[in-house]
Antibody, heavy 118, light 108 residues
Framework: QVQLVESGGGLVKPGGSLRLSCAASGFTLSDYYMSWIRQAPGKGLEWVLYISSSGTTIYYADSVKGRFTISRDNAKNSLYLQMNSLRAEDTAVYYC???????????WGQGTLVTVSS | EIVVTQSPATLSVSPGERATLSCRASQSVSSNLAWYQQKPGQAPRLLIYGASTRATGIPARFSGSGSGTEFTLTISSLQSEDFAVYYCQQYNNWPPYTFGQGTKLEIK
């Protein structure tokens, strides 16, 4: 069964840091491009980061450039999101998602909530 | 950046009736458009890719059409489990990948 499970969310103060993890099962992570996508409470979906299968190509949304970093450990079948200099507007559910070329994102993890508040 | 706009924001339809949701891109995305369904408290689920191809396990009552800048998701006979929020997403010109703001399909 193809599955993604995020972890690491929680409450953090403005300016703080947090690291999210995404564990893949049922497929080989190294075969796929991956992204992090977020959803602020009651809002729509916002793509934030992409990483190629090898990890050599990374793209960022302007809203997180210079603050967030994506990485992957193919040996552990895991994806990571390092978030620094967090702001209140980063409060959201963060999803990891597998990209199928020319098909979109499938599947998505269940999401992990990040709350940035003092 | 390609802007994706969905309409209407909310659609009220009775069970058993047809629902038609629209998605417009600010410039051509060819057929590189996907539709997702999201229920409360759940992650989005891929319904349609390539503008018109149903993803694995998606019932035949869901259909997508369009190309270029205008796209439609049609649900032919609404079931109770279909009431949810629907998002379209373009993957033709990226980064960034861009999503529409969503259409909430509610029971009339």
């Amino acid at each position: 069964q193809v599955q993604l499970v995020e972890s690491g969310g929680g409450l953090v103060k403005p300016g703080g840091s947090l690291r999210l993890s995404c564990a893949a099962s049922g497929f080989t992570l190294s075969d796929y491009y991956m992204s992090w996508i977020r959803q602020a409470p009651g809002k729509g979906l916002e793509w934030v980061l992409y990483i190629s299968s090898s990890g050599t190509t990374i793209y960022y949304a302007d809203s997180v450039k210079g603050r967030f970093t994506i990485s992957r450990d193919n040996a552990k079948n895991s994806l990571y999101l390092q978030m620094n200099s967090l702001r209140a507007e980063d409060t959201a559910v963060y999803y990891c998602a597998r990209e199928i070329v020319l098909m979109g994102f499938d599947p998505w993890g269940q999401g992990t909530l990040v709350t940035v508040s003092s | 950046e390609i802007v994706v706009t969905q309409s209407p924001a909310t659609l009220s339809v009775s069970p058993g009736e047809r629902a038609t949701l629209s998605c417009r891109a600010s410039q051509s995305v060819s057929s590189n458009l996907a539709w997702y369904q999201q229920k409360p408290g759940q992650a989005p689920r891929l319904l349609i890719y390539g503008a018109s191809t149903r993803a694995t396990g998606i019932p035949a009552r869901f259909s997508g059409s369009g190309s270029g800048t205008e796209f439609t998701l049609t649900i032919s006979s609404l079931q109770s489990e279909d009431f949810a929020v629907y998002y379209c997403q373009q993957y033709n010109n990226w980064p960034p990948y861009t999503f529409g703001q969503g259409t909430k399909l509610e029971i009339k």
